[in-house]
Protein backbone atom coordinates (compact mmCIF):
# COMPACT_ATOMS: atom_id res chain seq x y z
CA UNK A 1 0.00 0.00 0.00
CA UNK A 2 1.40 3.47 -0.35
CA UNK A 3 1.80 6.12 1.31
CA UNK A 4 -0.46 9.06 1.22
CA UNK A 5 1.46 12.49 -0.54
CA UNK A 6 0.60 16.03 -0.51
CA UNK A 7 -0.90 15.68 -3.92
CA UNK A 8 -0.63 19.46 -4.24
CA UNK A 9 2.94 19.58 -3.10
CA UNK A 10 3.71 16.88 -5.57
CA UNK A 11 2.45 19.15 -8.19
CA UNK A 12 3.74 22.34 -6.84
CA UNK A 13 7.18 20.60 -7.84
CA UNK A 14 6.32 19.22 -10.92
CA UNK A 15 4.95 22.97 -11.74
CA UNK A 16 8.47 24.90 -10.67
CA UNK A 17 10.63 21.98 -13.11
CA UNK A 18 8.08 22.61 -16.33
CA UNK A 19 8.15 26.32 -16.06
CA UNK A 20 12.42 25.91 -15.94
CA UNK A 21 13.93 26.79 -19.07
CA UNK A 22 15.87 24.11 -18.97
CA UNK A 23 13.30 21.57 -18.56
CA UNK A 24 13.93 18.55 -20.89
CA UNK A 25 17.49 19.78 -22.26
CA UNK A 26 20.43 18.07 -21.80
CA UNK A 27 19.19 14.91 -21.88
CA UNK A 28 22.03 12.90 -23.91
CA UNK A 29 19.88 12.28 -26.60
CA UNK A 30 17.81 10.20 -24.78
CA UNK A 31 13.72 11.15 -25.58
CA UNK A 32 12.01 13.60 -23.57
CA UNK A 33 9.56 11.67 -21.90
CA UNK A 34 9.09 11.66 -18.58
CA UNK A 35 6.72 9.33 -15.90
CA UNK A 36 5.53 10.91 -12.77
CA UNK A 37 4.67 7.84 -10.55
CA UNK A 38 1.32 9.03 -8.27
CA UNK A 39 -0.26 7.17 -5.37
CA UNK A 40 -3.27 5.06 -7.36
CA UNK A 41 -4.81 5.78 -4.59
CA UNK A 42 -4.88 9.48 -5.32
CA UNK A 43 -5.53 9.31 -8.90
CA UNK A 44 -8.82 11.27 -8.54
CA UNK A 45 -6.98 14.26 -7.35
CA UNK A 46 -4.16 14.01 -10.24
CA UNK A 47 -6.77 14.60 -13.05
CA UNK A 48 -8.09 17.92 -11.04
CA UNK A 49 -4.35 18.56 -10.46
CA UNK A 50 -3.66 18.17 -14.17
CA UNK A 51 -5.93 20.89 -15.25
CA UNK A 52 -4.59 23.32 -12.82
CA UNK A 53 -1.14 23.02 -13.60
CA UNK A 54 -2.12 23.11 -17.27
CA UNK A 55 -3.92 26.73 -16.53
CA UNK A 56 -0.84 27.89 -14.43
CA UNK A 57 1.46 26.59 -17.07
CA UNK A 58 -0.82 28.72 -19.95
CA UNK A 59 -0.78 31.79 -17.81
CA UNK A 60 3.05 31.73 -18.41
CA UNK A 61 2.60 31.10 -22.34
CA UNK A 62 3.74 27.58 -21.64
CA UNK A 63 1.51 24.99 -23.99
CA UNK A 64 -0.07 22.00 -23.14
CA UNK A 65 -2.39 19.54 -23.91
CA UNK A 66 -3.91 16.72 -21.07
CA UNK A 67 -4.87 13.07 -22.67
CA UNK A 68 -7.03 10.77 -20.47
CA UNK A 69 -6.29 7.20 -22.09
CA UNK A 70 -10.09 6.37 -20.63
CA UNK A 71 -11.89 9.50 -22.24
CA UNK A 72 -9.85 8.74 -25.33
CA UNK A 73 -10.73 5.08 -24.96
CA UNK A 74 -14.04 5.82 -24.88
CA UNK A 75 -14.21 8.47 -27.72
CA UNK A 76 -13.11 5.86 -29.85
CA UNK A 77 -15.24 3.17 -29.06
CA UNK A 78 -18.47 5.76 -29.52
CA UNK A 79 -17.15 6.51 -32.81
CA UNK A 80 -16.68 3.20 -34.21
CA UNK A 81 -20.07 2.33 -33.02
CA UNK A 82 -19.55 -0.76 -30.97
CA UNK A 83 -19.78 1.18 -27.27
CA UNK A 84 -24.00 1.24 -27.17
CA UNK A 85 -23.89 -2.25 -28.47
CA UNK A 86 -21.44 -3.83 -25.97
CA UNK A 87 -22.99 -2.16 -23.13
CA UNK A 88 -26.42 -3.21 -24.32
CA UNK A 89 -25.57 -6.49 -25.03
CA UNK A 90 -22.89 -7.20 -22.54
CA UNK A 91 -25.07 -9.88 -20.76
CA UNK A 92 -25.76 -11.85 -24.16
CA UNK A 93 -21.91 -11.77 -25.55
CA UNK A 94 -19.38 -13.79 -24.82
CA UNK A 95 -16.47 -12.05 -22.86
CA UNK A 96 -13.95 -13.23 -25.31
CA UNK A 97 -16.26 -11.76 -27.99
CA UNK A 98 -16.19 -8.59 -25.59
CA UNK A 99 -12.34 -8.85 -25.47
CA UNK A 100 -11.51 -9.42 -29.05
CA UNK A 101 -13.84 -6.50 -30.19
CA UNK A 102 -11.68 -4.15 -27.72
CA UNK A 103 -8.37 -5.57 -28.99
CA UNK A 104 -9.26 -4.95 -32.36
CA UNK A 105 -10.54 -1.13 -31.94
CA UNK A 106 -8.47 0.03 -29.19
CA UNK A 107 -5.20 -1.18 -31.29
CA UNK A 108 -2.35 0.75 -29.65
CA UNK A 109 -0.44 1.55 -32.75
CA UNK A 110 -3.50 1.74 -35.08
CA UNK A 111 -5.74 3.83 -32.72
CA UNK A 112 -4.36 5.11 -29.61
CA UNK A 113 -1.05 6.49 -30.76
CA UNK A 114 -2.56 8.45 -34.31
CA UNK A 115 -5.52 9.77 -31.95
CA UNK A 116 -2.28 10.78 -29.58
CA UNK A 117 -0.17 12.19 -32.22
CA UNK A 118 -3.62 13.97 -33.80
CA UNK A 119 -3.71 15.85 -30.45
CA UNK A 120 -0.06 16.65 -30.24
CA UNK A 121 0.35 18.23 -33.85
CA UNK A 122 -3.29 19.87 -33.71
CA UNK A 123 -2.12 21.68 -30.28
CA UNK A 124 1.76 21.82 -31.11
CA UNK A 125 2.03 22.00 -26.99
CA UNK A 126 5.55 22.08 -25.25
CA UNK A 127 3.68 19.58 -22.74
CA UNK A 128 1.42 16.64 -23.31
CA UNK A 129 -0.18 15.37 -20.32
CA UNK A 130 -1.18 11.67 -20.28
CA UNK A 131 -3.34 9.88 -17.50
CA UNK A 132 -6.01 7.34 -17.23
CA UNK A 133 -3.44 4.66 -17.41
CA UNK A 134 -5.23 2.93 -14.38
CA UNK A 135 -9.22 3.02 -16.01
CA UNK A 136 -8.17 1.66 -19.34
CA UNK A 137 -6.07 -0.95 -17.65
CA UNK A 138 -5.43 -4.30 -18.57
CA UNK A 139 -7.01 -3.50 -22.25
CA UNK A 140 -4.38 -0.74 -22.92
CA UNK A 141 -0.65 -1.77 -20.82
CA UNK A 142 1.25 1.38 -20.30
CA UNK A 143 4.70 -0.39 -21.61
CA UNK A 144 2.64 -0.75 -25.03
CA UNK A 145 1.81 3.04 -24.90
CA UNK A 146 4.91 4.49 -24.07
CA UNK A 147 6.93 1.64 -26.36
CA UNK A 148 4.82 3.06 -29.34
CA UNK A 149 5.01 6.96 -28.34
CA UNK A 150 8.66 7.98 -29.33
CA UNK A 151 7.80 9.51 -32.57
CA UNK A 152 5.77 12.20 -30.82
CA UNK A 153 9.07 13.37 -28.39
CA UNK A 154 10.18 15.03 -31.45
CA UNK A 155 7.05 17.46 -31.06
CA UNK A 156 7.08 18.02 -26.86
CA UNK A 157 7.82 16.94 -23.83
CA UNK A 158 5.53 13.98 -23.16
CA UNK A 159 4.29 13.34 -19.43
CA UNK A 160 2.80 9.85 -18.32
CA UNK A 161 1.31 10.49 -14.92
CA UNK A 162 1.36 6.62 -13.59
CA UNK A 163 -0.61 5.45 -10.72
CA UNK A 164 1.64 2.85 -9.15
CA UNK A 165 5.69 2.93 -9.34
CA UNK A 166 8.17 3.51 -11.47
CA UNK A 167 12.23 3.03 -10.48
CA UNK A 168 13.75 3.97 -14.12
CA UNK A 169 13.29 0.51 -15.15
CA UNK A 170 9.95 -1.08 -13.94
CA UNK A 171 6.59 -0.44 -13.83
CA UNK A 172 4.64 -1.44 -11.39
CA UNK A 173 0.70 -0.78 -11.71
CA UNK A 174 -1.00 -0.12 -8.60
CA UNK A 175 2.26 -1.26 -6.80
CA UNK A 176 1.37 -4.61 -7.41
CA UNK A 177 1.08 -5.38 -11.12
CA UNK A 178 4.50 -5.50 -13.04
CA UNK A 179 4.79 -4.31 -16.08
CA UNK A 180 7.26 -4.77 -18.83
CA UNK A 181 10.65 -3.27 -18.11
CA UNK A 182 11.11 -0.31 -19.52
CA UNK A 183 13.98 2.34 -19.17
CA UNK A 184 13.53 4.77 -21.43
CA UNK A 185 11.22 7.25 -19.70
CA UNK A 186 13.10 9.49 -17.36
CA UNK A 187 11.25 9.82 -13.55
CA UNK A 188 10.14 12.85 -12.95
CA UNK A 189 10.43 12.55 -9.37
CA UNK A 190 14.17 12.23 -9.99
CA UNK A 191 14.37 15.79 -12.43
CA UNK A 192 16.21 18.98 -9.88
Not at 72 to 93: F, K, P, Q, T, Y
Request: net charge negative.
Amino acid sequence: MHNQIDIETLFEGIYKKLISPDFGKNLGGELPLFIQPVPPEQQIDVESQIKRLSTRLKKKDIDSVSINLYDLCMDILREADVLEAILEGEADIEREDIISTLDSVLDIKSAIIPRIKEFVVETKPRYAFISGVGSVYPFIRSHGILNSIDELTDECNLILFFPGDYNNLHLKLFGIISDENYYRGHNLNDIQ
